[in-house]
């Protein structure tokens, strides 16, 4: 028993040296020429202006979540459905049940507004209640 913890302290303790290793090699190897060109911010082939730190819509990030979240359904439902025939009815209506909140969720957002890319004032919920 303690023969095999041994044999992995062993392989760990040689994963941890290869990787100082190699960043020792990096570090001596790598180029050491400081120039303010490398230290701008990169947009793209574009030539930037003004400063790396601006403020983004919150809107970029609520569509990413959405996103993800629907790429999160489509990876829950891959296996599922390799293995479809295995499983019999109670897990297709399993199934279908999490696609239907999932939809729910997504007709929630866009009756709110969420997923338009750009929103008034006079379409928030302030504006709503003051009528």
């Given at each position: 028993m303690l023969y095999q913890f041994?044999?992995?302290?062993?392989?760990?303790?040689?994963?941890?040296?290869?990787?100082?290793?190699?960043?020792?090699?990096?570090?001596l190897l790598s180029p050491k020429d400081p120039n303010p060109l490398k230290a701008t911010t990169y947009e793209c082939g574009e030539i930037p202006f003004g400063q790396s730190w601006i403020q983004f819509n919150i809107r970029?990030?609520?569509?990413?979540?959405?996103?993800?979240?629907?790429?999160?359904?489509?990876a829950l439902l891959f296996p599922w459905g390799v293995v479809f025939q295995k499983l019999g009815w109670l897990a297709f209506v399993e199934a279908f049940i999490f696609i239907v909140i999932l939809l729910a969720g997504l007709a929630y957002l866009w009756r709110e507004g969420?997923?338009?890319?750009?929103?008034?004032?006079?379409?928030?919920?302030?504006e709503k209640e003051v009528k």
């Open positions: 041994a044999t992995i302290m062993v392989f760990m303790c040689f994963a941890a040296f290869v990787v100082l290793a190699l960043n020792l090699v990096a570090w970029f990030y609520v569509i990413a979540i959405v996103f993800l979240i629907f790429d999160v359904e489509v969420d997923l338009d890319w750009v929103r008034t004032l006079q379409d928030g919920p302030a």
